[in-house]
Each structure stands twice: as structure tokens, then as C-alpha cells.
């Protein structure tokens, strides 16, 4: 096995599978072109149908017009404060932190923040319907109150001496409980089934809650689904599938890292949970459909649904189910995927065939993640063409598939009647609160045809990710919803075919959503990711790894020249394995490297910036190039997981393009105005010799971000990286040669801190770059301070030096503050990331939080047990979330020699005296021993660290 096969053989993968669910095998974002051009050519349709659509639709929707207050209901209110105004958006802000609010103060405030700026009692709101009424009325009275411009001081003064904010308070809160309600059919299962009795409809019920990030949060979602399937299943009725209710589980609630790298986990967790709800559903026989959530999470959930699938108890069951999500590039893929595992199985599947809910985040999250293309459309058009290009598939697949079609919209509604050639054997299904009119009007017309309703059910404390969801949905202007409620909005543009939207392949794409790596364009390009939810992709990256390792080595490296001296081992800190060897310099090798950065500065600093931007912007591309080598050596030298590594390899490359483009800006010789026939220019020129001092914990990217940014200014480097991390600085100075910086401008000297101060104190220094402790840049000032100012030749003739600059960047306290309005959730995600990313190493690693009383409780519990969900272990593993600490000192400072553990037990909260703050731990114990590695120098510092940070401020 080499070095790294580790890389491909993680426990339990099967490396030889590059696609997760069996057969299923799709690109993850294909070229939209591609698709429109297949898309289209199938979309025609005789005239005769077209003219039957239109009549159906535009029926449909000036029904939904001649209503009084348009849709009715929600829909116009949510379309009278849409998300392009201020008001929509201060709703929105609402909604989504109000209900968790405990406390009045923090509840008063926040409405006086959001709604002083707001129009509420203009907007031209014209329903008579009692909930929009009162909605408007109760945010509308609000802002009579808060005025534009007013602060609450003035407030004070005027009518709220009278009615007092306790009365805006309740009014407002009361407004956002509507709004909650409306999409909830009920708190409890039972609750909702007693509505539910009062409809013809059919129901598929929804348990809100979504993304566990706790064991104890799972296992409540997996109880409330189970005791859910038995209410349902005893109310049932005696009606044959598919005319009887069902439930819809998301399986992101079932576990707490329902995540790509978390695979294996996942499948021997998960699977089990979903195949004992699914045994319920079939004992009642009900509908039982996975939801359709985040595209990178789609082939876990295909993997898992099909494990589920094949297991035996299920088998002759006809309602097991899955959400396809119309909008993603793989919709076509996964219903062919369905219809050919229905086959296998000889059983039919109930499909529901969705547009999708996540675009928003979709977009920014592949932009973010610098992937090469969206895994979604970026025009609307394309998703309803794919849409109907589905509904086609699905229609044909029966009666393999029973296709269940989720919109509220008339055009797809009248569209898919005609493509079916009626409304036999197939269902549509709209959401709770939504689409009322349009089904009402379509059932009135169709009595024939079915429809179901998605009804959540639950408390307002799980409502929130739900109803911003549904917010966003009827918030947008491109949204059906809020087309047909705008009456000056004109049917035929409603009822405009997205082929003719489209029109020609090329016209794919949204003009104004740039790709992900033209993010920052024309500036520079975006770093290129990876996407760990291509299972293809992954298993490429990994065998890149696994490929590329090999033995180095680093020596102090003086105008392209390799010295020699006496090399020592270079040791992993994953299990303490040499993995190559360091010459380290000395002093005398120091002055020579100053000396040679000094000879070459003068050539260096007379090329032209367009010369140096563009070695900077080569280099970028080679650790692109090389990414597997230097991930690789990343987490062998460094510790750093896969996750980590990739993420630093790409801030190393854009801060190689970012330095190159703000050269080209910044630095190009300027004209500057003078008296006529004089010409003044503005140049700007390299200070001389740059010294560069960088830490472990980023050994690629503060290295290079530090070297390049002093080499494009047309300084001259002397870099002395971290004794930790010389070998991925050696190929970082290799990568910045062969990329075209000459060897005279740029040297290398690994070594301890003796060489970094004299390096620091070297007379011929110009400026330093440092990156450390507070402590050291401290003595580097004063060190500095005292050096006498050479007059050099290098920097200038006899202009001499002046005062040499420091750059130091060192770490800190970094405190979160978090309160009442923050969903738990996100809090959660950011201080498990902030605190246990790079193993806690990053010098803006959180160390302080600081949470509000009231909640505190609640939040500080998901923390902990999101703590607990980390995987610590050997970072070659991509299922590892905390590697190791970098080494035996580090280890040590966590857990001194002979010291117990500290004692923090799970979850417990440390009080500073007399303050507010509390900080969060989790046991130390049970995870070190359970999960602490033997023989290198693993520790635990998720744990340990948080622990004993929190003891640290606790005590002060
Ligand atoms: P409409 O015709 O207005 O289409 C809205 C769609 O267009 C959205 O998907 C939106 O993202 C997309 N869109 C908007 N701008 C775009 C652009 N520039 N480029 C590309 N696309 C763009 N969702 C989900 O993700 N998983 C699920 O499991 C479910 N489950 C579910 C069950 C039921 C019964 C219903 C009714 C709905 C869902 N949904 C869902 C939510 C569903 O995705 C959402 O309601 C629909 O997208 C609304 O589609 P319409 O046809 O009603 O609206």
C-alpha cells in the first residue's frame, strides 16, 4: 500500500464504486446548453394541444383573478409585501427570528428595528380576507407607530406613550403566528388529521423539522415520524393505494451528518431508521415519500432509498416513494434511475415530481464551493421545461411509477393534463396554504382528478426553516403565485411556454448569474472546488492523492541552489511516521540568503508588474494543477483533513490571482496632473528585501499568500516557513520558480526560530511579512526598532530604508455573540466549524461564546451534541471532520503530562460571575476514549480545547 492509499481505502468504502446508489450514474452539473438542445427538440406539441393548454390555464387563472383579493388568502399578502421591497424583506426578517424571541425586550427591538423602515400601511393590499386583513392591520398598526426615520426616543414621545410597545409587541407576534398557522395544519399529528378529516383531499403528512444536528434531535424526529405513521395509519380509512394518506420524511432530520463524507456512517445509521418507518407505512399502508433536499446530499439519498428499497420486508409494497426536484440538471437521471429500480423490483414506486425549494442556496453554495457549474438551472424557464420533460418521462413509466405532481402553477397544471391525456392514474398535490383557489377551481371543473395536500405539522419552534422556504417561494416575482396575483402582470405572459422562453439552446442561461468561476471575473477567476456529493468526483480526488504522494524533502534553497547539511526527519503528526526530511539553515545560511535576495532584488523589481502578476497567476494554476501532491502533503505534514486542505489550497491560488489583479490595479504606473509640458508620473517600486515568516496551521496558504503578495510589489524574498511545515513550503517555492519568479528574487530557509530573528535582524532587511504569536511579532518590532537603517543600493541608491515596516498578523480571543433572534441551527453549524475546523488551530478559531440567557439552555445542548457527532481521526480519511493537533507540544499544552482531563461534564455551562456569558463543553472523557488515537500525537482538542478555553474564561 503506498503512503496514501489510505486516501481510497477508508474503512468500510468501496473504492472500485465511483457512482453511490446502484446503476444511478449522472454528471453532476452538465452544460445547461446540452440539456435545452434535448429539452426542446421534445417539447413541440400540435396546436390543437397548445390551444387546449391555454384555454385550461387562462381559465384557471382568471378564476384565481375574478376572486375577490386575487389568490386569496396568504398569497396576497405575502404578494402585497413581496421580497423586492423593504417591507417584504423586514418580513421576512420577521418571521424568521420573531417566533423564537423569548424574551419581550429583544422582541421590541427587533421590531423597532425592522419595521420603522418599512411602508406597511401604503402597500396596495385590497383582499377582504380576514387573515390577510388582519395580518396587514396588525403590521400596519405597527408602523403608525414607528415611523420612517423616527428612533424610539421620538417614538416614546408620540402614540406609543399610549399604546406601549407591549401592545405592538403581541400585535406583530400575533401577525407572524398567522402566518405560521396557515402553513401548518396542526401542532400535533392528531390536531392535524382532525382537519384534515373536513377535506376531500388526499394528504401526505409532514413532520417539520429538518437537519438534525444532534443524535438527541434525531432520534425526537425519528419518534414523531413513527408515532405520526401509526396516528395516520389508525385514521386511514379502508381506500387502496394511492388513494389514501401518506407521510413525507426528510432525511436530513434522521441523522445528524447526513453528509456525502459521512457516507458509511450514514448508510449503516440511517438506513436501518428509514426501513422501520417504511415497515410501519407499509403495515397501514400509506404513502411513504423521501423528500427532496440539497443537491450535493441527492446520491446519499438515492443510495439510502435504495438500500431501503431492497430490503425484503418492503417488497410487493406499492407506496414507498421519492421527491424528484425538476430544477436540478440530474431530474431526468433520477427518474429513469426510479423507473428501472421499479422494474427490478417488480413493484411499482410513487413518484413526486417537484420543481425545488433550495435555489437560492444552491446557486450561492456551488459559487462558494467554486464548482465548475450549477447543479441547477439558473433560468426559470429551464426548470419548467425540464419540468414537463419530466412529467412526460413519469407519465410514460406508468404504471411502473405513479406520478404525483406538486406545483401550484396553472400553465404546468394544464400542461401535464393534456401531456396525460387526462387525470386518470396519475395525482397532483399542492402545499398546505397554497394553491387553494387553483385546486379548488380544478377539482370544480375535473371532478375526476386528485389531488393531495402537504401538510406540516408541528410546533413553531421547527417552523422556521419551512416558512422561510415558503416565504422565499411567493416572495419571488419570478414565482407563479406571485405572477397571478399581480393583476397588471398580463395572462399571456403567464401562460408563456418555456420553450418559447428558451427559445434556442444557447439561451440556457441566466445573463446575469455569472458561473462559479467567473465569480470575480474580470479580476481574476475563482479557485476551482471540489463537490463531495459526486461521489465520482471524490474517488477521482482521492486516487489524485493517492497517485501523486512521494517522498520530499526541504533544504534551504539560496539563488535556485539546494544546500546540503545535516538533514533530520520529518514526522506526520497523524501517527508520528517520517515522511521526509529537512536540511534546516543556521545563521551564516541565513546572512546568505539575505545577501542573495539582496543581489537579486534590482532585476527583480525592473520587471515589468505584467511580468510578475502573470508568475503569480502561473503559480496558481500549478497548485491547481497539483492539488492531489500538495492535499496530500497538507494533511501528512499538517494534519489537515480533506475538507480543510481543499479549502486552503484554494485561498493559496486566489491569493496568488488576487495579488496578480490588484498589482495590474494598484501598482501600474499613474500620470499625474502638471503645468503644461511637464510630464509627472506616479511609479511604484519594491522596498528590497522582504523577509517572510509564516505559521503551521496554514502552511500553504499564509506561506504563499505572505511570498507573493512581497514579490508582485517587486520585492525580493527571504521565506522561513514554520519548523513544522517545511516540506509543503519547499514545494510552494518549487511551484512559484517553475511558474516563472526567478530563483535570485525568491530563497528559502527552513528553520527554528533563531533563524526567523536573525533573518528579522539582518541590516539588509526592507520589510517582513509575520504571521504568529502576539507574543514574537512583539520581539520582531523591537528588534526591529533597534537595527540601524542601511543606505542599500538594493532599495534605491543612496535613498536608504527609512523605518522598515512589519506586517504581523497574530490571533486573538475570538469571541460569537449570539442571541435570541439567531436560529439554534445556524449558531450550531458556525461555532462547530469556527471552534473545531483545522482542529481549533486557526488563529480566528472561535474561543469565546457568549450567548443570551434566555436561550441559552437550548442552544448550548445543540452544540454540544453537534460536538459529539465530529469524527476525530486520521485526516486521510474524508470522513474525518478533526485530525490531529500539529504536534507533541500542542498535544501536551491540551493535556499536560499526569493532568486528568478536565472535568467539564457534557453540556456544562460555565458562568462568568455576575456576567451573562456562558461558554459551551462537552465531555471530555467519554470522547477520548472512545475515540483518542494511539501512538501519534492525537489528542482530543475539539474537546479538550473548548473545555479548558471555557474554564479559562469562565475563571476570568
Ligand atoms: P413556479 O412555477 O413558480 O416555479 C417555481 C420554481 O422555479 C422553483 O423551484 C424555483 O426554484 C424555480 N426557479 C425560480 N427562479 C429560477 C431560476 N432563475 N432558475 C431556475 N429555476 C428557478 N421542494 C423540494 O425541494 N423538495 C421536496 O421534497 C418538496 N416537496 C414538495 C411537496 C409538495 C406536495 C409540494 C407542492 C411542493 C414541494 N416542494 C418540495 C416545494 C416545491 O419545490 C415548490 O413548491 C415548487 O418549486 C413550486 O413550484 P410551482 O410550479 O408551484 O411554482
Known amino acids: 500500500m503506498t503512503p496514501d492509499a489510505r486516501f481510497r481505502q477508508t474503512p468500510g468504502a468501496e473504492p472500485e ?89 429583544t422582541a421590541d427591538r427587533l421590531i423597532e428595528d425592522k419595521l420603522a423602515t418599512g411602508d406597511w400601511s401604503s402597500s396596495e393590499l385590497k383582499s377582504n380576507a380576514l387573515l390577510v386583513s388582519a395580518s396587514a392591520w396588525t403590521l400596519g398598526i405597527t408602523a403608525r407607530i414607528i415611523h420612517p426615520g423616527e428612533t424610539p426616543d421620538t417614538i416614546l414621545e408620540g402614540l406609543i406613550r399610549r399604546l406601549g410597545l407591549p401592545v405592538v409587541r403581541t400585535a406583530t407576534r400575533e401577525a407572524m403566528r398567522l402566518l405560521g398557522s396557515h402553513f401548518v395544519l396542526g401542532q400535533t399529528i392528531q390536531e392535524a388529521l382532525r382537519r384534515a378529516r373536513t377535506q376531500r383531499e388526499r394528504y401526505s403528512f409532514d413532520m417539520l423539522g429538518e437537519g438534525a444536528r444532534t443524535a438527541a434531535d434525531a432520534g425526537r424526529y425519528l419518534c414523531a415520524y413513527a408515532s405520526a405513521i401509526d396516528a395516520i395509519g389508525a385514521s386511514a380509512g379502508d381506500r387502496a393505494l394511492p388513494d389514501r394518506p401518506g407521510i413525507s ?213 421547527d417552523l422556521l426553516a419551512y416558512l422561510v422556504r415558503r416565504l422565499l417561494e411567493n416572495g419571488a416575482n419570478s414565482s407563479f403565485v406571485s405572477a397571478a396575483a399581480d393583476p397588471s402582470v398580463p395572462i399571456a405572459s403567464i401562460i408563456k411556454r418555456p420553450q418559447s422562453a428558451i427559445g434556442d439552446p444557447r439561451q440556457a442561461r441566466h445573463k446575469r448569474i455569472p458561473l462559479p468561476r467567473d465569480l470575480y471575473a474580470p479580476m481574476r477567476r475563482n479557485s476551482a472546488g471540489v463537490e463531495f456529493g459526486e461521489r465520482a468526483t471524490l474517488m477521482g480526488l482521492l486516487a489524485e492523492i493517492d497517485q501523486t504522494a512521494g517522498a520530499t524533502a526541504a533544504a534551504p534553497l539560496i539563488g535556485g541552489v539546494a544546500l546540503a547539511g545535516r538533514a533530520r526527519a520529518v514526522r506526520s503528526p497523524i501517527d508520528g511516521a517520517t515522511i521526509g526530511e529537512v536540511t534546516e539553515g543556521d545563521e551564516a545560511i541565513a546572512a546568505a540568503a539575505m545577501a542573495a535576495a539582496e ?87 519594491g522596498r528590497g528585501v522582504f523577509v517572510c515568516i509564516s505559521p503551521w496551521n ?34 510552494a517555492v518549487r511551484i512559484l520558480h517553475e511558474a516563472g519568479v526567478p530563483a535570485s528574487a525568491l530563497h528559502l530557509v527552513p528553520g527554528d526560530g533563531k533563524v526567523g530573528a536573525a533573518l528579522a535582524a539582518d541590516p539588509r532587511v526592507a520589510g517582513i511579512a509575520f504571521t504568529g504569536s502576539t507574543e514574537v511579532a512583539r520581539l520582531i518590532n523591537r528588534d526591529l526598532a533597534r537595527t540601524p537603517s542601511l543606505s542599500s543600493p538594493a532599495s534605491g541608491g543612496g535613498l536608504g530604508k527609512g523605518i522598515v515596516p512589519l506586517i504581523a498578523e497574530t490571533g486573538g480571543i475570538n469571541p460569537m455573540i449570539v442571541d435570541a433572534t439567531a436560529l439554534p441551527e445556524q449558531v450550531t453549524d458556525d461555532v462547530v466549524a469556527s471552534a473545531f475546523r483545522s482542529a481549533g488551530q486557526r488563529c480566528s478559531a472561535l474561543r469565546l461564546l457568549c450567548v443570551q440567557d434566555d436561550v441559552a439552555e437550548r442552544i448550548l445542548e445543540m452544540v454540544a451534541g453537534a460536538a459529539r457527532e465530529l469524527k476525530l481521526g486520521d485526516p486521510r480519511d474524508p470522513s474525518t471532520h478533526v485530525g490531529p493537533v500539529i504536534d507533541a507540544q500542542a498535544k501536551d499544552r491540551l493535556e499536560p503530562a499526569g493532568a486528568s482531563p478536565p472535568a467539564l461534564p457534557l453540556g456544562s455551562l460555565r458562568r462568568a460571575a455576575g456576567g451573562r456569558h456562558l461558554c459551551a463543553a462537552h465531555d471530555h472523557r467519554a470522547q477520548a476514549g472512545e475515540r483518542s488515537h494511539r501512538g501519534g500525537f492525537r489528542s482530543d482538542p475539539a474537546c479538550g480545547a473548548l473545555a479548558r478555553r471555557c474554564a479559562r474564561c469562565a475563571a476570568r
Request: hydrophobic share 45%; aromatic share 8%; proline share 5%.
Open 17 to 105: 464504486r465511483l457512482f453511490s446508489a446502484p446503476g444511478f450514474s449522472a454528471p453532476y452539473a452538465p452544460p445547461d446548453e446540452e440539456i435545452a438542445a434535448r429539452l426542446l427538440a421534445q417539447a413541440e406539441r400540435p396546436a390543437a394541444a397548445e390551444g387546449r393548454i391555454d384555454r385550461l390555464a387562462t381559465g384557471l387563472i382568471e378564476a384565481i383573478r375574478r376572486r375577490t383579493g386575487g389568490l386569496g388568502g396568504i398569497e396576497d399578502f405575502l404578494h402585497a409585501y413581496s421580497l423586492s421591497t423593504k417591507e417584504g424583506l423586514a418580513l421576512m426578517v420577521l418571521a424568521e427570528a420573531l417566533l423564537r424571541v423569548p424574551d419581550a425586550a
Open 249 to 461: 420524511v426528510k432525511l436530513s432530520a434522521l441523522h445528524p451528518r447526513f453528509e456525502p463524507v459521512s457516507r458509511e456512517r450514514v448508510l449503516k445509521e440511517l438506513v436501518p431508521n428509514v426501513i422501520e418507518l417504511a415497515r410501519k407505512a407499509r403495515h397501514h399502508d400509506l404513502n411513504f415519500t423521501v423528500d427532496a433536499e440539497e443537491a450535493d446530499r441527492l446520491e446519499l439519498s438515492l443510495e439510502v432509498f435504495a438500500a431501503a428499497l431492497a430490503d425484503p420486508s418492503l417488497r410487493g409494497w406499492d407506496g414507498f416513494g421519492l421527491a424528484v426536484q425538476a430544477y436540478q440538471k440530474r431530474a431526468g437521471a433520477v427518474i429513469d434511475w426510479l423507473a428501472e429500480s421499479a422494474r427490478a423490483q417488480a413493484r411499482r414506486l410513487m413518484v413526486r415530481l417537484v420543481k425545488g425549494a433550495y435555489w437560492d442556496s444552491e446557486i450561492k453554495r456551488a459559487q462558494e464551493r467554486g464548482l465548475a457549474d450549477y447543479p441547477v438551472f439558473t433560468r426559470k424557464a429551464m426548470t419548467d421545461l425540464c419540468y414537463m420533460a419530466g412529467a412526460s418521462r413519469l407519465l410514460a413509466a406508468r404504471p411502473r411509477l405513479y406520478p404525483q405532481f406538486a406545483t401550484h402553477n396553472a400553465l404546468t397544471v394544464a400542461s401535464v393534463i393534456e401531456d396525460a391525456g387526462g387525470v386518470a392514474d396519475y395525482e397532483f398535490q399542492r402545499l398546505h396554504g397554497m394553491g387553494e383557489v387553483l385546486y379548488e377551481m380544478l377539482l370544480a371543473e375535473l371532478p375526476q382528478a386528485a389531488c393531495r395536500i402537504y401538510a406540516p405539522v408541528g410546533g413553531h419552534r
Open 698 to 731: 496554514f502552511p500553504l496558504s499564509i506561506f504563499l499568500g505572505q511570498v507573493s503578495a512581497a514579490l508582485v510589489a517587486g520585492n525580493s524574498v527571504v521565506a522561513k516557513p514554520a519548523e513544522q511545515t517545511p516540506l509543503i513550503a519547499a514545494e
Open 599 to 685: 543581489a537579486g532584488f534590482a532585476h527583480w523589481a525592473g520587471e515589468p508588474i505584467e511580468r510578475r502578476a502573470a508568475a503569480l497567476e502561473r503559480a496558481g494554476d500549478l497548485l491547481e494543477a497539483r492539488r492531489g501532491r500538495l492535499i496530500g502533503l497538507m494533511a501528512r505534514e499538517g494534519g489537515k483533513t480533506l475538507d480543510d486542505a481543499i479549502a486552503e489550497l484554494r485561498e493559496a491560488v486566489d491569493f496568488c490571482r488576487y495579488y496578480a489583479a490588484q498589482a495590474r490595479l494598484e501598482l501600474a504606473p499613474q500620470p499625474m496632473p502638471g503645468p503644461t509640458g511637464e510630464s509627472n508620473v506616479l511609479r511604484y517600486r
